[in-house]
């Protein structure tokens, strides 16, 4: 469930129209891998773990990534793409990390007419962009968005540790948090055992986080996600937030 939570992007999937029915068959052929299928996914997980260096393509290369792509984010391409003296860059329309699944026919016609040293620049279903469109390229995937009861509670996962928190902003990726003196320096010593409790209609809730960044008396964090129906609980807890939004507006 973590790997498709990571891989699809759940707060797009209106605009990429990954199915139902293609998730449940995604899920259901990691969850048969055999033992020597699994020990490959492993070895190649940990393989880029310890990737420390790209060398760049000295050649003509055509770095490509989905519109929505929420794994490896499109200005991280970019980044990649600007190194490249020969490259031509291009966004496909409407996806996200596994276009091969959303937008097969553009992906495939994008690789193909590359590789046939032909213009991508009119292809339907894709996003060109110049070097000088990569230089201003937006950083953040998704915005964030203010909450209506920003006062929670962070909580560890094995102990009655807590810490009191107000919710700057958030959105599906991850959460600005702000602190009273001191606590932020605290909680930040148990990074990857805290979870974050929000409140909807339907009760309480709870998300773990990984911390990444202490500044001030604020924590940035990434939300861990593990389980389709906690995933489902806080796009719906969003989509209210976003409406009490709209309707102050």
């Known amino acids: 469930q973590a790997v498709i939570l990571y891989l699809v992007n759940h707060a797009k999937l209106e605009a990429t129209r990954m199915s139902p029915t293609a998730k449940r068959l995604f899920f259901r052929q990691m969850a048969e891998f055999t033992a020597t299928e699994q020990e490959r996914y492993d070895i190649n997980c940990n393989r880029l773990l310890r990737l420390t260096h790209v060398p760049i393509p000295q050649c003509k290369v055509l770095v490509a990534c989905g519109q929505y792509d929420s794994f490896t984010l499109p200005h991280e391409n970019a980044n990649f793409a600007l190194q490249c003296p020969d490259m031509e860059f291009a966004m496909i ?30 292809l339907e279903g894709i996003i060109p962009m110049t070097r000088a469109q990569l230089l201003t390229m937006e950083r953040r995937g998704e915005e964030r ?54 409140e909807d209609e339907e009760g309480s809730f709870q998300i773990e986080c990984l911390i990444f960044e202490v500044q001030d008396q604020q924590i940035r964090a990434l939300l861990k996600h593990g389980s389709f129906d906690i995933a489902e609980r806080l796009l719906r807890y969003i989509q209210r937030q976003k409406g009490c939004l709209a309707a102050i507006a």
Do not use: C, W
């Open 145 to 198: 968005i203010a909450v209506q009861q920003p006062f929670s509670q962070l909580t560890h996962r094995h102990s009655d540790l807590s810490f009191a928190t107000e919710i700057v902003d958030l959105n599906f990726f991850g959460v600005l948090l702000r602190f009273e003196d001191g606590q932020a320096e605290r909680a930040a010593q148990y990074e990857r055992d805290l979870a974050l409790t929000l």
């Open 93 to 122: 329309a409407n996806a996200d990390h596994v276009p091969q699944l959303q937008r097969r026919k553009e992906t495939m016609r994008l690789f193909a007419t590359f590789l046939r040293d032909e213009p991508i620049q009119s």
